[in-house]
Each structure stands twice: as C-alpha cells, then as structure tokens.
C-alpha cells in the first residue's frame, strides 16, 4: 500500500482562546480536542507521513496526550509556539522535529515552513511553498504564487493529503487558463 503524505497546521491542541482567536465552531477545548484528533484519524492511517508545520500543542501535558491518539509518522516543523512539543517527542516513535525552518522536498514539488515566504527555493520552476499561520490575511494564493496555507481552520480542521491538493491545484490552472 502506497504511504499517503499529508500536511496541516496550527492545531493548537489544548489552547482554549484560539477558538475565539481563530473564530473556531467548538464550544470548548475538549470538544475542539476530540473534533481535531477524529478528523485527523479519519484520514491519515498508521503507516502515513504527516507534515506538521508549527503550532501543534500548548502543554507538555496535551502534546503527550494528543500524540497517543494520532495516526501516522509525524514531522515537526516549529512554529512560534511549540515548546510543549520539543518537551515530549523523543519518546515516540514515528514522531521527529526537523531542525531546518525550511524544509525543501523537491521529489514531492513543495517547500515546507512555518512561517509564510514570499520567495522560497524553486519558485520559479513550478515548486509549491506549503507554510502554516492562522492568520487569515494569509489565505492560499494560487494566482499569484504557488502558496498554501495549510492552517487547519482553512481546511475544515482535516490535515490533507498533498496528492489530493495537487489535483485540486491542477484543476484551478486548468479553469483560470480558460
């Protein structure tokens, strides 16, 4: 079976205000919690690889929780706040933080940081730059720049899988080229 790559971000497993901050339809943190980890179960098996890209718990104590929950190989690209996640990650396996802010993965055509870049390496030659923030003056931009906010508040809160973006993005050059 072909192993699935997805990406997301920006989770905030266990901060209840970024309901309110991110104007999110949960009631409270645990809804919001079990909501997040069904959603992600429901889409990334045991053996898939999911990019995490920032932001993923607020405490050790809901990092720890969380990730004995989750399906798939899981890699951490930091975001500004995910001291929770350096405390508690080397105890499982699957689970890695890459060192590197900017992860380039040229086999797969993407570029992978927290942080949303205006220039990134290959953008010239078709690369796509996929980045968190739940800032929501930085949707996707796909007419200017090949950019995706992967932000789980702009994806119904489900990591998706990178094959299934590219069609979609494919789709959208088709349209506009029209």
């Known amino acids: 079976m072909e192993r699935k790559i997805f990406v997301t971000s920006d989770t905030f497993f266990g901060r209840s205000n970024i309901i309110e901050i991110a104007n999110r339809p949960f009631a409270n943190v645990e809804e919001m919690n079990k909501v997040l980890i069904e959603n992600w179960n429901s889409v990334v098996g045991e053996n898939d690889l999911v990019y995490h890209l920032g932001n993923f718990a607020w ?39 890459i060192e590197n802010e900017i992860v380039k993965d040229y086999e797969n055509k993407i570029v992978l940081c927290h942080w949303p870049l205006e220039a990134w390496p290959g953008k010239d030659n078709g690369i796509y730059h996929f980045h968190g923030n739940t800032l929501k003056d930085l949707k996707t931009d796909l007419t200017k720049m090949k950019r995706v906010n992967v932000c789980c508040d702009n994806w119904n809160y489900v990591p998706q899988q990178i094959k299934v973006l590219f069609d979609i993005f494919e789709d959208f050059e088709q349209k506009t080229a029209e």
């Open 59 to 97: 405490t050790p104590a809901i990092a720890d929780e969380v990730l004995k929950e989750l399906n798939g190989d899981i890699k951490f690209i930091l975001g500004e706040y995910d001291a929770s996640i350096q405390e508690v990650y080397e105890y499982y396996e699957g689970i890695d933080i």
